[in-house]
C-alpha cells in the first residue's frame, strides 16, 4: 500500500454567515439598506470602503454595492447581513452560492474588483478605478456549465483589443475555484514547410520504410478538409505536428524538428474541444504537467488559435 505524501492537505474554507471577532469595529457596522440598484451603505463606512478597496459606486450619502460586494464585505470588513438575506437570495438564484464564492477568490487575492454590465472589471492590488483602467476582464462559471468556444473567442478578441487580459473563475461542486486566462496566440517556429512532393520530416520511420498519417496523406493528396486546412496553415507557419492522443489532443505541434526540443503546444480543433469546463480542466492540467499550452484552433476567416492556460490570482 502506498504511503503517499506526509503533508496535511490544506484547510478549505468554508465562509460561515456571521461576523467574526478578529479585528471587529467597537461599534457594529450598520446594515445595508436596500436599493434599485443594489444595496445602499451609508457614509463613513462607505467611504473607507470605496476609497481603499474600490467596492460599490458612489452615490450620493454613500455607495451601492452588489450581491457579491455585499457577501465580501461580510466576509471581510465585519459588516452584518439583513435576517433571512443569505436565503432570500439562494431562493433567487441557485447559483448565488458559487457566484459569490468566485468573487470572493478573484479578489481575496488584494486586486481590486468591480461589476460592471455582467462582468467583473479587475484593477491590481495598488491601482484604483479613479485613477486607471482595468487589466482584466473576469467571468465565473460552474464546472459543468456548456463550452461555447465560439463566444469565449470573440470575448477574449474583444478584451484584448482593449488591452486588457481575459480571465474565467470556474467553481466546481466543493466550492473550489480554478482561474483560467485566456489569450489569442500567433504561433510560429523554424521548421522548412513541407511540400507535396519534398516533405522529409512527415511520416514516421519503421522497418526501413516511412508511414504517413491519414492526415499527412491526405494533405499530400491535396484533399481539401477542416483537418488539412489546419495542417496547411500549420505548415506554412514553420510549425510540425505530431499525433496527440498520448496528450488527449489532436496534435502536438512543434516549433523545431522533433529531435531539437519539446512541442510547446497540444492542440485541439473547435469541433474536437470539450463541452464544458470539466473537459477544459482535464486537458489544460494535462498539457501544463508536461510544460505545453493547450490551444484551441478556429477558422473564423482565417486560422486563430485560442490559449487557455492556469492563472494564479495575485500573481
Known amino acids: 500500500m502506498s504511503e503517499g505524501r506526509k503533508s496535511k492537505p490544506r484547510v478549505r474554507p468554508t465562509r460561515p454567515i456571521g461576523l467574526?471577532?478578529?479585528?471587529?469595529?467597537?461599534?457594529v457596522n450598520p446594515l445595508p439598506e436596500p436599493h434599485e440598484d443594489g444595496w445602499f451603505i451609508a457614509a463613513p463606512l462607505s467611504n473607507r470602503l470605496y476609497q481603499k478597496s474600490a467596492l460599490g459606486k458612489p452615490i450620493d450619502g454613500g455607495i451601492v454595492v452588489s450581491?457579491?460586494?455585499?457577501?465580501?464585505?461580510?466576509?471581510?470588513?465585519?459588516?452584518?447581513?439583513?435576517?433571512?438575506?443569505?436565503?432570500?437570495?439562494?431562493?433567487?438564484?441557485?447559483?448565488?452560492?458559487?457566484?459569490?464564492?468566485?468573487y470572493d477568490v478573484v479578489r481575496n487575492a488584494g486586486d481590486k474588483v468591480v461589476p460592471v454590465d455582467g462582468e467583473w472589471l479587475r484593477w491590481a492590488r495598488e491601482s484604483h478605478p479613479s485613477k486607471s483602467e482595468p487589466v482584466a476582464s473576469v467571468r465565473w462559471a460552474r464546472t459543468g456549465d456548456e463550452l461555447n468556444i465560439s463566444e469565449l473567442f470573440d470575448w477574449t478578441r474583444e478584451i484584448s483589443a482593449k488591452g486588457m487580459m481575459n480571465e474565467i473563475a470556474i467553481v466546481d461542486d466543493e466550492m473550489d475555484v480554478t482561474m483560467y486566462r485566456l489569450s489569442i496566440i500567433n504561433p510560429t517556429g523554424n521548421v522548412k514547410p513541407a511540400s507535396k512532393d519534398d516533405h522529409p520530416m512527415l511520416g514516421v520511420e519503421h522497418l526501413s520504410r516511412k508511414f504517413l498519417r491519414d492526415d499527412e496523406l491526405?494533405?499530400?493528396?491535396?484533399?481539401?478538409?477542416?483537418?488539412?486546412?489546419?495542417?496547411?496553415?500549420?505548415?506554412?507557419?514553420?510549425?510540425?505536428?505530431?499525433?496527440?492522443?498520448?496528450?488527449?489532443?489532436?496534435?502536438?505541434?512543434?516549433?523545431?524538428?522533433?529531435?531539437?526540443?519539446?512541442?510547446?503546444?497540444?492542440?485541439?480543433?473547435?469541433?474536437?474541444?470539450?463541452?464544458?469546463?470539466?473537459?477544459?480542466?482535464?486537458s489544460v492540467r494535462l498539457a501544463e504537467g508536461v510544460n505545453k499550452g493547450w490551444v484551441i484552433a478556429l477558422d473564423r476567416d482565417g486560422w486563430n488559435f485560442l490559449l487557455i492556460s492556469r492563472h494564479l490570482p495575485g500573481r
Not at 467574526?20 to 461599534?27: C, N, R
Open 20 to 27: 467574526s471577532q478578529d479585528g471587529a469595529p467597537t461599534k
Open 67 to 102: 450581491e457579491e460586494e455585499l457577501m465580501f464585505c461580510h466576509w471581510h470588513r465585519h459588516l452584518p447581513l439583513p435576517e433571512g438575506w443569505v436565503d432570500e437570495r439562494l431562493e433567487e438564484n441557485p447559483d448565488f452560492a458559487h457566484k459569490v464564492v468566485a
Open 218 to 282: 491526405d494533405w499530400i493528396n491535396g484533399i481539401s478538409n477542416p483537418v488539412t486546412n489546419l495542417f496547411d496553415e500549420l505548415n506554412n507557419r514553420g510549425l510540425l505536428v505530431r499525433p496527440g492522443f498520448k496528450y488527449g489532443c489532436r496534435w502536438r505541434v512543434y516549433s523545431t524538428p522533433v529531435d531539437v526540443d519539446h512541442a510547446p503546444w497540444l492542440m485541439q480543433m473547435e469541433d474536437d474541444s470539450p463541452k464544458n469546463w470539466e473537459g477544459v480542466c482535464l
